[in-house]
């Protein structure tokens, strides 16, 4: 995204020399600003990112990661979050979720804290052919990552040489890896990481700017009684994207202070099952079901299926599109026991 830029800076330039060539000769045309610059080299391009739809001016041949994030409130506000193309929030164990974050079109700096993996993120990285990320795992996990059945690294294994411990905060929520970290670990193992996943489906600029549906400014994500992991969204016009809230304190990076900034939020529900005293769920991914796709402050009611791995929103039997942007996929429970729900625009 940098080169782009920095080349639409250079174009601006060579115009301004041009201008006052005209000048000099008696004749003038209008600068164009440096917006319209950078709008047209958006427009020149043929290349996109594969899971934001955004312009890149090479095509991309990098595999996604996939990590493990904590979202225990001992753990906010996280690092890396920001730069993920897409974030799936899932129950993990009780009413605590837990973020499976998905790189590629940018590399963080630092990601974490990082968590135990869960058969049902595996499969959901799986989906993107991702190089998979978690330190720890259930029985079933463990089980899937000996047998091989995706690339990944785990912190049970390179703890205190890929994995860090920060001294500011107390395991289980203290485990960090460095993008940097992640490549030298890739690059131990043997993995390609030059797999890039298959591109979710996107609105051209104009579409965007038309999104119908009923009014989404604000959008609570309830999981429990508790509100431990519960969630807002509010929409900001300004920039045209949502911002994120959690235990009434907005989601950003750890570091940078950069928000969290969403330009697609997928709400999908979906069976849960507890299948053990530690509140480990079973959580169904397959079959599809009722959805709610949240975009430019409106609300469309949708269908999700499973697409080879992805998850997509469709309705009447065609794959809705997301806004060019950043995706956050909210899986919830559709039992009526679990006390979950999804509710608009409340005070």
Same mark, same amino acid.
């Given at each position: 995204?940098?080169?782009?830029?920095?080349?639409?800076?250079?174009?601006?330039?060579?115009?301004?020399?041009?201008?006052?060539?005209?000048? =000099?000769?008696?004749?003038?045309?209008?600068? !164009?600003?440096?917006?319209?610059?950078?709008?047209? =080299?958006?427009?020149?391009?043929?290349?996109?990112?594969?899971?934001?739809?955004?312009?890149?001016?090479?095509?991309?041949?990098?595999?996604?990661?996939?990590?493990?994030?904590?979202?225990?409130?001992?753990?906010?506000?996280?690092?890396?979050?920001?730069?993920?193309?897409?974030?799936?929030?899932?129950?993990?164990?009780?009413?605590?979720?837990?973020?499976?974050? @998905?790189?590629?079109?940018?590399?963080?700096?630092?990601?974490?804290?990082?968590?135990?993996?869960?058969?049902?993120?595996?499969?959901?990285? !799986?989906?993107?052919?991702?190089?998979?990320?978690?330190?720890?795992?259930?029985?079933?996990?463990?089980?899937?990552?000996?047998?091989?059945?995706?690339?990944?690294?785990?912190?049970?294994?390179?703890?205190?040489?890929?994995?860090?411990?920060?001294?500011?905060?107390?395991?289980?929520?203290?485990?960090?890896?460095?993008?940097?970290?992640?490549?030298?670990?890739? !690059?131990?193992?043997?993995?390609?990481?030059?797999?890039?996943?298959?591109?979710?489906?996107?609105?051209?600029?104009?579409?965007?700017?038309?999104?119908?549906?009923?009014?989404?400014?604000?959008?609570?994500?309830?999981?429990?009684?508790?509100?431990?992991?519960?969630?807002?969204?509010?929409?900001?016009?300004?920039?045209? !994207?949502?911002?994120?809230?959690?235990?009434?304190?907005?989601?950003?990076?750890?570091?940078?202070?950069?928000?969290?900034?969403?330009?697609?939020?997928?709400?999908?529900?979906?069976?849960?099952?507890?299948?053990?005293? =530690?509140?480990?769920?079973?959580?169904?991914?397959?079959?599809?079901?009722?959805?709610?796709?949240?975009?430019?402050?409106?609300?469309?009611?949708?269908?999700?299926?499973?697409?080879?791995?992805?998850? @997509?929103?469709?309705?009447?039997?065609?794959?809705?599109?997301?806004?060019?942007?950043?995706?956050?996929?909210?899986?919830?429970?559709?039992?009526?026991?679990?006390?979950?729900? @999804?509710?608009?625009?409340?005070?």
């Amino acid at each position: 995204m940098k080169k782009w830029a920095v080349a639409a800076t250079a174009a601006l330039f060579l115009l301004s020399g041009c201008s006052n060539k005209e000048k =000099a000769n008696g004749t003038e045309e209008p600068v !164009k600003e440096v917006e319209e610059v950078v709008e047209e =080299a958006e427009n020149n391009t043929s290349y996109t990112f594969p899971l934001t739809g955004l312009p890149v001016e090479e095509e991309t041949n990098d595999r996604a990661i996939a990590v493990m994030v904590n979202n225990h409130p001992k753990a906010r506000p996280q690092s890396g979050l920001h730069k993920a193309d897409i974030v799936y929030e899932v129950l993990a164990e009780g009413d605590v979720t837990r973020f499976l974050a @998905v790189f590629q079109s940018e590399k963080p700096k630092n990601i974490g804290p990082v968590r135990s993996a869960r058969d049902y993120y595996i499969e959901l990285a !799986k989906g993107f052919n991702a190089l998979y990320v978690a330190h720890g795992y259930s029985a079933e996990a463990e089980e899937m990552l000996a047998q091989g059945y995706i690339d990944n690294l785990n912190g049970m294994v390179y703890d205190g040489t890929l994995f860090q411990r920060a001294d500011f905060r107390k395991a289980p929520h203290n485990s960090y890896i460095s993008y940097e970290n992640i490549l030298k670990g890739a !690059k131990e193992n043997n993995y390609n990481m030059e797999l890039p996943p298959d591109s979710f489906t996107f609105l051209i600029k104009e579409e965007s700017e038309k999104i119908s549906g009923d009014e989404a400014s604000s959008v609570m994500i309830t999981y429990s009684n508790g509100g431990i992991s519960d969630s807002l969204y509010e929409y900001d016009a300004t920039v045209g !994207k949502y911002k994120r809230f959690s235990g009434g304190e907005q989601t950003i990076d750890l570091e940078t202070e950069e928000p969290i900034l969403i330009d697609n939020l997928f709400v999908i529900e979906t069976s849960h099952q507890v299948i053990d005293d =530690a509140g480990h769920k079973e959580i169904e991914l397959e079959s599809g079901g009722n959805g709610y796709l949240i975009q430019k402050g409106k609300v469309t009611t949708v269908q999700w299926k499973n697409d080879n791995g992805l998850i @997509v929103p469709v309705k009447d039997g065609k794959v809705v599109p997301f806004v060019p942007g950043k995706t956050w996929v909210n899986v919830v429970p559709a039992n009526p026991g679990m006390q979950a729900s @999804v509710s608009f625009n409340e005070d």
